[in-house]
T-cell receptor
Framework: DGGITQSPKYLFRKEGQNVTLSCEQN?????MYWYRQDPGQGLRLIYY???????QKGDIAEGYSVSREKKESFPLTVTSAQKNPTAFYLC??????????????FGPGTRLTVL | SQQGEEDPQALSIQEGENATMNCSYKTSINNLQWYRQNSGRGLVHLIL?????REKHSGRLRVTLDTSKKSSSLLITASRAADTASYFCATVRGETSGSRLTFGEGTQLTVNP
């Protein structure tokens, strides 16, 4: 099955710890994205990558870091510098060169709770 | 401020009724997309309308776009309990069709059986 996966589904972290969220896709998409969603709100863009070994900051990049060493993978690290990391994190991918209009495909999300 | 703002924030209807959700935006767009999110899940792409289109249909979905008013509406006809979800509009700004999406805050739709 083609798709985009995120792991784990639930993640608990102690204050001061870094944590890495996984995102993998087998859709052969060039672009990948990380969003944060707080309760009752829309999605805010953290980071995005349009090609391997390249990524750009989104609207709320502070306290987060990413890497894009492989086309299939775009892990997100939530660092201890992120002041309020408890949220629902969504990864997405798209192939804007093929589809022209950047429809995005989403993973199931990771709910991060800082204890 | 949000590029896309949905209205209403919450909508509750009976099964079989139509549901209309609106989205307003501030800057020029290349296209506007609607997504659906079931509780605690990822988003699913529903429909896309380009800036030079005024109306588009897909099954029970009808989307309109008024670029002069910078607004769009999503109509779900003959709603079902399974349509209960949050619905988000997302815009792609400017001239580049492959640019990043900017999401609104969503409309929570509840369809009562």
């Amino acid at each position: 099955d083609g798709g985009i996966t995120q792991s784990p589904k639930y993640l608990f972290r102690k204050e001061g710890q870094n944590v890495t969220l996984s995102c993998e896709q087998n859709l052969n998409h060039d672009a990948m994205y990380w969003y944060r969603q707080d309760p009752g709100q829309g999605l805010r863009l953290i980071y995005y990558s349009q090609i391997v070994n390249d990524f750009q900051k989104g609207d709320i990049a502070e306290g987060y870091s990413v890497s894009r060493e492989k086309k299939e993978s775009f892990p997100l690290t939530v660092t201890s510098a992120q002041k309020n990391p408890t949220a629902f994190y969504l990864c997405a991918s798209s192939n804007p060169l093929a589809t022209r209009y950047n429809e995005q495909f989403f993973g199931p999300g990771t709910r991060l709770t800082v204890l | 401020s949000q590029q896309g703002e949905e209205d209403p924030q919450a909508l509750s209807i009976q099964e079989g009724e139509n549901a209309t959700m609106n989205c307003s935006y501030k800057t020029s767009i290349n296209n506007l997309q609607w997504y659906r999110q079931n509780s605690g899940r990822g988003l699913v792409h529903l429909i896309l309308i380009r800036s030079n289109e005024r109306e588009k249909h897909s099954g029970r979905l009808r989307v309109t776009l008024d670029t002069s008013k910078k607004s769009s509406s999503l109509l779900i006809t003959a709603s079902r309990a399974a349509d209960t979800a949050s619905y988000f509009c997302a815009t792609v700004r400017g001239e580049t069709s492959g640019s990043r999406l900017t999401f609104g805050e969503g409309t929570q739709l509840t369809v009562n059986p």
